[in-house]
T-cell receptor, first 112, second 116 residues
Framework: AQSVTQPDIHITVSEGASLELRCNYSYGATPYLFWYVQSPGQGLQLLLKYFSGDTLVQGIKGFEAEFKRSQSSFNLRKPSVHWSDAAEYFC??????????FGAGTQVVVTP | DTGVSQDPRHKITKRGQNVTFRCDPISEHNRLYWYRQTLGQGPEFLTYFQNEAQLEKSRLLSDRFSAERPKGSFSTLEIQRTEQGDSAMYLCAVTKSGGTDNYGYTFGSGTRLTVV
């Protein structure tokens, strides 16, 4: 069975500092991996996705993620955080039918 | 506008009542998914449709839950005899199967259900 673990429930980061959100997955085959962001009262927005190929994936809003098969990880990074990046971030793994298994999420707070 | 309209945005109902939610994709998508998200958790898969056929239902979907997609476009999710534990955000998502767009998921903004 597939599963996703986001070890950090809550992260506080200063504006302009770098951000890294951790994601570990468990999946029997080649995983389809995703990062979504959800702002209060908003729907889920796709930041980036990995299917195959280059293990460093670029997404929207300056985010990138690196797939490391040996560590079963797909961590999300941003070099310099903006106040508008405050939100909840979800990592997800998908199966061949498009069904997604989400992690519990990481709440990001950005301080001035 | 996310490309997926969900109605209503909010629903407050008394325990034991039935509720129905609707999901309307703006354009054609052959796959439609329902997820449920409770506070502090990620969305959990409930069920999905390929066109009008319901192909999978999660064990989370008790007998009180039923979903339909009669013409392969909009979908409804009904909960009968609501319980307080049904309080959650119900999210609809659509995608087109096949090819590089296989995971072009578009989520609606959701329907927030509160059972009192």
């Amino acid at each position: 069975a597939q599963s996703v673990t986001q070890p950090d429930i809550h992260i506080t980061v200063s504006e302009g500092a770098s951000l890294e959100l951790r994601c570990n997955y468990s999946y029997g085959a080649t995983p389809y991996l995703f990062w979504y962001v959800q702002s209060p009262g908003q729907g889920l927005q796709l930041l980036l996705k990995y299917f195959s190929g280059d293990t460093l994936v670029q997404g929207i809003k300056g985010f990138e993620a690196e797939f490391k098969r040996s560590q079963s990880s797909f961590n999300l990074r941003k070099p310099s955080v903006h106040w508008s990046d405050a939100a909840e971030y979800f990592c997800a793994v998908g199966d061949s039918w498009g069904k997604l298994q989400f992690g519990a999420g990481t709440q990001v707070v950005v301080t001035p | 506008d996310t490309g997926v309209s969900q109605d209503p945005r909010h629903k407050i109902t008394k325990r034991g009542q039935n509720v129905t939610f609707r999901c309307d994709p703006i354009s054609e998508h052959n796959r439609l998914y329902w997820y449920r998200q409770t506070l502090g958790q990620g969305p959990e898969f409930l069920t999905y449709f390929q066109n009008e056929a319901q192909l999978e239902k999660s064990r989370l979907l008790s007998d009180r839950f039923s979903a339909e997609r009669p013409k392969g476009s909009f979908s409804t999710l009904e909960i009968q005899r609501t319980e307080q534990g049904d309080s959650a955000m119900y999210l609809c998502a659509v995608t087109k199967s096949g090819g590089t767009d296989n995971y072009g998921y578009t989520f609606g903004s959701g329907t927030r259900l509160t059972v009192v």
